[in-house]
């Protein structure tokens, strides 16, 4: 099956620094590539989502992109918040055949922003 | 968005005792319920997929026996872990998917906190 490769944190930042993620996978064919968010005491939402090779997923100032050269989705922001402190997972279909519903996730990372 | 609740959120237990989840969908019926399980600083381990009206599909490695999984109904799931030992201790996540759409339509409980003395 498919599986994912991300970077590891914990990572933390001050307000309004950069923030990247990396995130690269291994797949069959093109599946569609997610980033999940989930915030302390909630379930993980889903954040973000790019369906074909170049596109750009993006959501409250996040943004990856689909990479096939490098068989990457980085997760990228430009200036972070406090409000963003969150564990975020890198996902992929398990298998990328039509009609497969489960998913593979990263390890996560732990990201704490700080005032 | 659609909501998924977990029950309990946190439980401890005695070794050798069983302990039940429940996942529900609060707000729309899930014909499909996943069943994770996170280890300290590792990935989500998806456990099984849970059907409705059917018996659940187990991942290579997870003894179906001691994880039992029941989705008596288009709002619930249940996981029941027998005779917990130790090593059962462990983040058990759910989500539930709604019909008709792609894989990414799953939402997910808040998690279950499991500790087994």
């Known amino acids: 099956g498919n599986s994912v490769t991300q970077m590891e944190g914990p990572v933390t930042l001050s307000e309004e620094a950069f923030l990247t993620i990396n995130c690269t996978y291994t797949?069959?064919?093109?599946?569609?590539l997610f980033w999940y968010v989930q915030y302390p005491g909630e379930g993980l939402q889903l954040l973000l989502k790019a369906t074909k090779a170049d596109d750009k997923g993006s959501n409250k100032g996040f943004e990856a992109t689909y990479r096939k050269e490098t068989t990457s989705f980085h997760l990228e922001k430009g200036s972070v918040q406090v409000s963003d402190s969150a564990v975020y997972f890198c996902a992929l279909p398990l298998d990328s055949g039509a009609g497969s519903y489960q998913l593979t996730f990263g390890k996560g990372t732990k990201l704490s922003v700080i005032p | 968005g659609a909501v998924v609740s977990q029950h309990p959120s946190r439980v401890i237990c005695k070794s050798g005792t069983s302990v039940k989840i429940e996942c529900r969908s609060l707000d729309f019926q899930a014909t499909t319920m996943f069943w994770y399980r996170q280890f300290p600083k590792k990935s989500l381990m998806l456990m099984a997929t849970?059907?409705?009206?059917?018996?659940?599909?187990?991942e290579q490695g997870v003894e179906k026996d001691k994880f039992l999984i029941n989705h008596a109904s288009l709002t619930l799931s249940t996981l029941t872990v027998t005779s917990a030992h130790p090593e059962d201790s462990s983040f058990y996540i759910c989500?539930?998917?709604?019909?008709?759409?792609?894989?990414?339509?799953?939402?997910f409980g808040p998690g279950t906190r499991l500790l087994v003395l």
């Open positions: 989500s539930a998917r709604k019909p008709g759409g792609s894989v990414e339509t799953q939402y």
């Open positions: 797949a069959t064919g093109y599946p569609s």
């Open positions: 849970s059907n409705e009206g059917s018996k659940a599909t187990y």
